[in-house]
């Protein structure tokens, strides 16, 4: 069993930056993709960023490429995720995800374990 517990969310401004660590507890995250999804109001989670189990390969939609940036440590057991030129449109609930395998993965049923959440709220 894997816990992840996200922090570093927040309000920002457009234009801003956040960076969001997830910590994982109760086994290695160092065999598992990692991914970062969101959530806003009425809407279906969606992926946002994706990292291999070594961090050699990682993968964004156009909606946050060049934005955003996926990094993992796994010494530490912990996922990041940087994110600049923050905009309104951005404002969701972010969950850490660990996949069900090693590469790259972006639909919510490749991944197994999830945390909890992190609001982010981006102000215009």
């Known amino acids: 069993q894997v816990q992840l517990v996200e922090s570093g969310g927040g309000l920002v401004q457009a234009g801003g930056s956040l960076r969001l660590s997830c910590a994982a507890s109760?086994?290695?995250?160092?065999?598992?993709?990692m991914g970062w999804f969101r959530q806003a109001p009425g809407k279906e989670r969606e992926f946002v960023a994706g990292i291999s189990w070594r961090g050699g390969n990682s993968y964004y939609p156009d909606s946050v490429k060049g934005r955003f940036a996926i990094s993992r440590d796994n010494a530490k057991n912990t996922v990041y995720l940087q994110m600049n030129s923050l905009k309104p449109e951005d404002t969701a609930v972010y969950y850490c995800?660990?996949?069900?395998?090693?590469?790259?993965?972006?639909?919510?049923?490749?991944?197994?374990?999830w945390g909890q959440g992190t609001q982010v709220t981006v102000s215009s």
């Open positions: 995800a660990a996949a069900r395998t090693s590469r790259v993965v972006t639909t919510t049923l490749e991944y197994r374990y």
């Open positions: 109760g086994r290695t995250l160092s065999s598992y993709a």
